[in-house]
């Protein structure tokens, strides 16, 4: 079956601006969660997504925010940018949740100047 | 708080070699204990993981053992080869298995 596709795979940004990414996950995976990753901190955990419910999020400012829709489609957007929001985001994509296997997508490459 | 420690940082070993990454986590109740493998450029991948009710498991070169009282599991990897050279993750479940926290990540490299 198809994997965890993530559009686009490359974004630049200007500060100040905002930016959404999606996420499709595996057909049948009703949870989706996303992560930071960045040289310096390494995998850090956004939030969980599960039947279009918020239902864990991790310490990060209201400008990260995220949705879920209907077919487990997922997005993520950020408002505000700063320099510092400049990573490889990472969805994942698991049948239930966290404590269960989660498969990654190749990720977005966001880079704000 | 929520943090998973991990060391170390890096690893260099030669070809033929076992080597070892350990981890401590500080959630009691944290249940489930994977480890990924993230090749340069690649997505991270599921290589093996552990839950809180078993205290070894293996799968060929790879595996992967859980001290619940210390707080702490560790991967080994025996018989190193150069294709295992990646960044490696150990994560766990916190928040009643709500979320997946991470380690820092350990770069191995295997030198032929």
């Known amino acids: 079956k198809a994997g965890v596709t993530q559009t686009p795979r490359y974004l630049i940004k200007t500060r100040g601006q905002q930016v959404t990414l999606s996420c499709s996950p595996i057909?049948?995976?009703?949870?989706v969660s996303w992560y930071q990753q960045t040289p310096g901190q390494g995998l850090q955990f956004l939030f969980e997504?599960?039947?279009?419910?918020?239902?864990n999020k991790g310490n990060f400012p209201g400008r990260f925010s995220g949705r879920q829709f209907s077919n487990s489609r997922s997005e993520m957007n950020v408002s505000t940018l700063e320099l510092g929001d400049s990573a490889l985001y990472l969805c994942a994509s698991s049948l239930q949740g966290a404590a269960y296997e989660q498969y990654f997508g190749p990720g977005t490459r966001l880079t704000v100047t | 708080g929520e943090n998973v420690e991990q060391h170390p940082s890096t690893l260099s070993v030669q070809e033929g070699d076992s080597a070892v990454i350990k981890c401590t986590y500080s959630d009691s109740a944290s249940n489930y204990f994977p480890w990924y493998k993230q090749e340069l450029g690649k997505r991270p991948q599921l290589i093996i993981d552990?839950?809180?009710?078993?205290g070894e498991k293996k799968d060929q070169r790879i595996a992967v053992t859980l001290n619940k009282t210390a707080k702490h599991f560790s991967l080994h990897i025996t018989e190193t080869q150069p294709e295992d050279s990646a960044v490696y993750f150990c994560a766990a479940t916190y928040n009643q298995g709500g979320k997946l926290i991470f380690g820092q990540g350990t770069e191995l490299s295997v030198k032929p």
């Open positions: 057909s049948g995976h009703r949870s």
């Open positions: 552990i839950r809180s009710n078993v």
């Open positions: 997504y599960f039947s279009e419910t918020q239902r």
